[in-house]
């Protein structure tokens, strides 16, 4: 069955450092998302990417945060300058279309030191 | 803007015991559609069902119901006969394409211990 994948599972950082945390969303899927949990929190929505675009982002999306397909697989999250409250799980969703069901990458989860 | 309620932060129940977790919602959205995710401890989010605001009938998967009350704004997920490997924490989440895109938001979250 097709799934999600995400790298790496785990990841440590220096505070400032940059992450780049990858997914290979499902082979057909057109719609591609980006999810934080931090610690004991609800899923909170990053950004979605459609068509090469993003096409709509939350408050907690900002300058820091970029996201990028560069090839016909991977889906790309980068956060520029780590901070300390980016520590989160970080998941990698798609979908085939808007009205269905969005699946998961098993994330990764981030510690900024 | 939506939001979603799970008022139950834990539940337990005993093995082979049916268990319902609660989840309401507000939307504005006419259209909308309702998910319930399961993540164990080790952290994955799976997929477990869903319900459309136009579905007629409540969604069941296996051992996953939805009852779906639409005039309540409910959607309760109901297992039937637990396991041990269902315990894990459970999130209910909503879509509303008109007032929200394709985004997912999600309630808090039930923590569910199933014991032998």
């Known amino acids: 069955e097709p799934e999600v994948t995400q790298t790496p599972s785990h990841q440590v950082t220096q505070m400032g450092q940059e992450v780049i945390l990858r997914c290979v969303p499902i082979?057909?899927?057109?719609?591609f998302y980006w999810y934080r949990q931090i610690l004991g929190q609800k899923v909170e929505f990053l950004v979605s990417f459609y068509n090469n675009e993003i096409s709509e982002k939350s408050e907690i999306f900002d300058d820091q945060f970029s996201v990028e397909r560069p090839d016909g697989s991977n889906f790309t999250l980068k956060i520029r300058s780590t901070k300390l409250e980016d520590s989160a799980m970080y998941f990698c969703a798609s979908t085939g279309g808007l009205g269905e069901t969005q699946y998961f990458g098993p994330g990764t989860r981030l510690l900024v030191l | 803007a939506q939001k979603i309620t799970q008022t139950q932060p834990g539940m337990f129940v005993q093995e082979k015991e049916a268990v319902t977790l609660d989840c309401t919602y507000d939307t504005s959205d006419p259209s909308y559609g309702l998910f319930w995710y399961k993540q164990p401890s080790s952290g994955e989010m799976i997929f477990l069902i869903y319900?459309?605001?136009?579905?007629?009938q409540n969604a069941t998967e296996g051992r996953y119901s939805l009852n779906f009350q639409k005039a309540r704004k409910s959607a309760n997920l109901v297992i039937s006969a637990s396991q041990l490997g269902d315990s894990a924490m459970y999130f209910c989440a909503m879509r509303g394409v008109q007032t929200s895109g394709s985004r997912l938001t999600f309630g808090e979250g039930t923590q569910l211990t199933v014991n032998p």
């Open positions: 319900q459309g605001s136009y579905d007629q």
């Open positions: 082979s057909n899927h057109l719609y």
